[in-house]
């Protein structure tokens, strides 16, 4: 048992230094930080239950961006934790300050309007925009833009956006039809690797598996695009219910 005592100590220390690193840049920024540091079996459990005790509404988790050996779409933790977590999360893979960010480029995956917390993370990224004074270029994928252009509409959010398909970059599904088959985000793709610069923010606005919008592609599209794109990105997961409910806070009892 001492070993492990030892380890977990370790790991502590480590902790509160990278913490101690968190509290300087955020009191710079003019951010409080409440600090906590907790032991347990299961990070992403930990990580759940401190949202909920905490009545947290967004959980920020950072990404190496590089393939997990496992059969994982972002790793073993972040993966449990998309699973465990009813709150709005965001993954972020940043490579750079936001601030020399001149435009947002958003993907927004087919049937995504359908999402309950579809508003919710739409505000979220109208927040980031206005901090870092970015536009927003919305690319649908998978149908047109009418109904994403009525959601943004009725949000009233006073970011400047556009919204396009991948053929509007002059990028075609291979198929010739509507993006949709694996050929057209193969199209999505070859947008990203050939158009997107560096001082350009990608935004995935990816709903949960099992969630409205949800498909297939959005397993291993994350990794691709860490790997195809050279700035900062994020992959905002919408929330999936109002908050906690009664099961989920038992289930880690």
Do not use: C
């Not at 695009?225 to 099961?247: A, Q, R």
Request: glycine share 8%; charged share 25%; no cysteine.
């Amino acid at each position: 048992e001492r070993p492990f005592l030892l380890e977990t100590e370790a790991k502590v220390e480590d902790t509160e230094e990278l913490l101690d690193d968190a509290q300087y840049y955020s009191s710079g920024a003019g951010v409080r930080v409440d600090r906590q540091t907790r032991v347990g079996e299961s990070t992403a459990h930990e990580i759940a239950r401190a949202a909920i005790e905490n009545r947290i509404s967004t959980i920020v988790l950072g990404w190496d961006g590089a393939r997990s050996r496992r059969q994982s779409m972002l790793g073993n933790i972040i993966d449990d934790t998309l699973r465990h977590t009813t709150q709005l999360v965001v993954v972020a893979h940043i490579r750079e300050g936001l601030a020399a960010t001149e435009e947002i480029v958003l993907i927004l995956p087919r049937n995504s309007v359908y999402n309950r917390g579809f508003d919710d993370a739409l505000d979220d990224v109208n927040i980031l925009a206005k901090n870092i004074g970015a536009s927003v270029r919305g690319i649908v994928v998978g149908e047109e833009t009418d109904r994403f252009e009525s959601k943004f509409k009725r949000a009233g959010h006073d970011m400047s956006y556009t919204l396009e398909r991948p053929r509007d970059w002059g990028v075609e599904p291979a198929t010739g039809g509507l993006f949709g088959s694996p050929d057209d985000w193969d199209a999505l793709l070859e947008l990203l690797r050939d158009e997107v610069e560096p001082t350009q923010l990608v935004i995935l606005l990816s709903p949960r598996e099992n969630t409205p919008g949800w498909h297939s592609q959005l397993r291993t599209l994350p990794k691709s695009i860490s790997t195809l794109t050279d700035g900062n990105f994020l992959i905002v997961y919408p929330p999936t219910s109002d908050g906690p409910n009664i099961h989920q806070i038992l289930s880690y009892e």
